[in-house]
T-cell receptor
Framework: GQQVMQIPQYQHVQEGEDFTTYCNSS?????IQWYKQRPGGHPVFLIQ?????EVKKQKRLTFQFGEAKKNSSLHITATQTTDVGTYFCAGFYGGSQGNLIFGKGTKLSVKP | GAGVSQSPRYKVTKRGQDVALRCDPISGHVSLYWYRQALGQGPEFLTY????????KSGLPNDRFSAERPEGSISTLTIQRTEQRDSAMYRCASSSREGNTEAFFGQGTRLTVV
């Protein structure tokens, strides 16, 4: 079946440092979504990228979709303690494969 | 409803018993997904529906697992003859249309098989 690989598994940063998580699929994606899950919570949608090479920004968060639509990244500038949680990418392959496949996530901890 | 509702929130069952987990999606949402999430892992796809039709059940681990959504709204995930390895958080999500839009997750059902 389809797989979405995500690295790193963990990231510990000092408050104010930047953070990046990367997502990769072996086959072309129709779109990719990003979710954040706080400790004890459920995944919450952040954004969806659809177009090849697309870049979207949400305040300190920058999301990119690769030209080949096989990889994506999430970059957080100047992390804050409120950024703590696990960030998941989820790939949608489209066509008859309508399921949304999640990566294993990157757990971010921020030291104040 | 206002959000995706799952019940029960917690379920402890003895090995060998059957369990039924319920998901009430956001009203009018077309797609409904079931995931299983182990601690520290990402949601693992189990199955999904568009309206009442089960589109893909390739993620169901074995034939003890089944799901239905008979009227295109509420869905039930049933696990027969539970085993300890079935212990996990089971999450349901719904979206307004298939796959290419935001999925809203419920709080999940924590299943413990003893």
């Amino acid at each position: 079946g389809q797989q979405v690989m995500q690295i790193p598994q963990y990231q510990h940063v000092q408050e104010g440092e930047d953070f990046t998580t990367y997502c990769n699929s072996s086959t072309t994606l129709s779109n990719i979504q990003w979710y954040k899950q706080r400790p004890g919570g459920h995944p919450v949608f952040l954004i969806q990228l659809v177009k090849s090479g697309e870049v979207k920004k949400q305040k300190r968060l920058t999301f990119q979709f690769g030209e080949a639509k096989k990889n994506s990244s999430l970059h957080i500038t100047a992390t804050q303690t409120t950024d703590v949680g696990t960030y998941f990418c989820a790939g949608f392959y489209g066509g008859s494969q309508g399921n949304l496949i999640f990566g294993k996530g990157t757990k971010l901890s921020v030291k104040p | 409803g206002a959000g995706v509702s799952q019940s029960p929130r917690y379920k402890v069952t003895k090995r060998g018993q059957d369990v039924a987990l319920r998901c009430d999606p956001i009203s009018g949402h077309v797609s409904l997904y079931w995931y299983r999430q182990a601690l520290g892992q990402g949601p693992e796809f189990l199955t999904y529906f568009n309206y009442e039709a089960q589109q893909d059940k390739s993620g169901l681990p074995n034939d003890r697992f089944s799901a239905e959504r008979p009227e295109g709204s509420i869905s039930t995930l049933t696990i027969q003859r539970t085993e300890q390895r079935d212990s996990a958080m089971y999450r349901c999500a719904s979206s307004s249309r298939e796959g290419n839009t935001e999925a809203f997750f419920g709080q999940g059902t924590r299943l413990t098989v003893v």
